[in-house]
């Protein structure tokens, strides 16, 4: 019995002495390095409130010549919209009416067909003119060409016979023809249309009939009204006034005849005086 006792104490020892061997065998740690501290958290600016937003501008009017430019083949067209002013105009009724426009825009292949000196013959009004005749103030949509009245009326004006007609013979949306007394053109296709501008594609320049047309003869005068005479037995009528030299004619006669009558009256008073002394 005092063996194990002893045994168990030995082999307590063993594991005790071997324990601290181990301990004293692990090198020293080294002392933990100071702790800084961490900067205080910056403090979150003051919320400032944002500006309120404002509502986009409303856009301009279509800028028509980029919509020809974009579409191409009008650059003869364009040239004329902007040596005539004739864009400026549209611009300004695109901006400050709600009727819309309707233009109707001529091919370069429209403007090579015409005859030689067709435009070189117009002035700076009469070019004017012939741009304004291709706009109508108001928009008109494809398929309401069958029920538009005619003649039309443009920005050139006056729509009468021998001015400026414009006339639409609409059979269809594939088919609407246009009657100017001088040219017959076709829409052959639309070029832009957003609900306030219409552009078309006609194959043909539109010549009206006051620039390019025969004007007719000018009615005969009416018959002058005889005036009234002034006096009975007056006349104004020149061809019974006495010319100067049958007025002196006249004044010869008349001195004549007072002659000849004075002549007779010496004759009778000397007759009458020799019959008295013969007595």
């Given amino acids: 019995m005092k063996?194990?006792?002893?045994?168990?104490?030995s082999?307590?020892?063993f594991f005790f002495?071997?324990?601290s061997t181990t301990t004293l065998a692990q090198p020293v740690a080294a002392p933990a390095s100071p702790i800084v501290p961490s900067p205080p958290a910056p403090v979150p600016p003051a919320l400032v409130p944002a500006p309120p937003a404002f509502a986009p501008a409303p856009a301009g009017p279509t800028n028509v010549t980029k919509v020809l430019e974009k579409a191409r083949g009008f650059s003869l067209f364009i040239r004329l919209l902007k040596s005539t002013s004739a864009i400026d105009q549209i611009t300004h009724q695109l901006n400050?009416?709600?009727?819309g426009m309707t233009i109707f825009a001529p091919s370069d292949n429209a403007f090579t067909s015409l005859s030689?000196?067709?435009l070189n013959g117009l002035n700076?009004?009469?070019k004017a003119a012939l741009i304004q005749f291709h706009v109508i103030p108001s928009y008109i949509p494809i398929t309401q060409f069958q029920t538009v009245?005619?003649?039309?009326?443009?920005?050139?004006?006056?729509?009468?016979?021998y001015k400026y007609p414009l006339n639409v013979i609409s059979y269809s949306t594939s088919s609407v023809n246009i009657s100017t007394g001088i040219t017959n053109s076709s829409v052959t296709g639309t070029v832009y249309t957003d609900g306030q501008l219409a552009i078309y594609q006609v194959d043909k320049v539109l010549l009206p009939y006051d620039l390019f047309g025969v004007k007719p003869p000018a009615p005969a005068p009416a018959p002058s009204k005889?005036?009234?005479k002034s006096k009975a037995g007056d006349s104004d009528d020149d061809s019974t006034s006495t010319p100067d030299d049958a007025k002196v004619d006249t004044s010869a006669a008349v001195s004549t005849v007072s002659a000849v009558a004075m002549q007779n009256v010496v004759v009778f008073i000397v007759a009458t005086a020799s019959v008295m002394f013969c007595l």
Wanted: neutral net charge; without cysteine; glycine residues 6%.
């Fill in 17 to 19: 002495f071997l324990h």
């Fill in 116 to 118: 030689s000196g067709t």
């Fill in 124 to 126: 700076d009004q009469q």
């Fill in 96 to 99: 400050d009416t709600n009727n």
């Fill in 226 to 228: 005889p005036n009234k």
């Fill in 11 to 13: 082999l307590l020892s």
């Fill in 3 to 9: 063996q194990q006792h002893f045994f168990s104490f």
């Fill in 149 to 161: 009245s005619n003649p039309l009326r443009t920005n050139a004006g006056d729509n009468s016979r």
